[in-house]
């Protein structure tokens, strides 16, 4: 079985910019997680989409956005790219329904640099 | 904030058992313990999780107390591989509940 998929894996971007990232979550799941990892912030929590629609957010500017698609497939985007927005973005997967003893699996990872 | 305490960093000889706790005393009835762990540079890899009853799998062990404060993830051979940041996480009930990260900690294995 796939694991959840995350693309591209390395990107370079300069400030201002707008970046897309693309997750297809494991086959079957229905939910598909974003977080991100830095140095200084750790691993903090972007948003959740289940059945197309958000339904978990995290304390993020609106510049952070995502959506999911009717296959389960999901992208975020980030505009206006700031230096402070380099960081390893990972996607993650669940079934989504039930309750949280639902295992979530985690991508290997976008790594966005701004510069 | 984290729900979640753990020690910065232990060693463990390769071969040994490497037992690694964390502090939960504010969980509720109804929230799972998970533990993840993160090699450089790669998304964090789900162990095992629990609610109240020990566990096992091909991984770990998950040993929770009978109060549910606080648990221990068992890694009963380490290897080399093994050397990461663990991370211990208490999710709430609810689905689409979020995995609130702490700073974890660095397991570093030797031979």
């Known amino acids: 079985k796939a694991g959840v998929t995350q693309t591209p894996r390395y990107l370079i971007k300069t400030r201002g910019q707008q970046v897309t990232l693309s997750c297809s979550p494991i086959?079957?799941?229905?939910?598909v997680s974003w977080y991100q990892q830095t140095p200084g912030q750790g691993l903090q929590f972007l948003f959740e989409?289940?059945?197309?629609?958000?339904?978990n957010k995290g304390n993020f500017p609106g510049r952070f956005s995502g959506r999911q698609f009717s296959n389960s497939r999901s992208e975020m985007n980030v505009s206006t790219l700031e230096l402070g927005d380099s960081a390893l973005y990972l996607c993650a997967s669940s079934p989504g329904d039930g309750h949280s003893g639902n295992t979530i699996y985690f991508g290997e990872g976008s790594w966005l640099t701004v510069v | 904030d984290a729900k979640t305490t753990q020690p910065p960093s232990m060693d463990c000889a390769e071969g040994r058992a490497a037992n690694l706790p964390c502090n939960h005393s504010?969980?509720?009835?109804?929230?799972?313990v998970y533990w993840y762990r993160q090699i450089h540079s790669q998304g964090p890899q789900y162990i095992i999780h629990g609610l109240k009853n020990n566990e096992t799998n091909e991984m770990a062990s998950l040993i929770i107390t009978e109060d549910r404060k606080s648990s221990t993830l068992i890694l009963p051979h380490a290897t080399l591989r093994d050397t990461a940041v663990y991370y211990c996480?208490?999710?709430?009930?609810?689905?689409?509940?979020?995995?609130?990260f702490g700073k974890g900690t660095t397991l570093s294995v030797s031979s």
């Open positions: 989409y289940f059945s197309e629609t958000q339904r």
């Open positions: 086959s079957g799941h229905r939910s």
């Open positions: 996480i208490v999710r709430g009930y609810q689905a689409g509940t979020a995995l609130i």
């Open positions: 504010t969980i509720s009835g109804n929230e799972y």
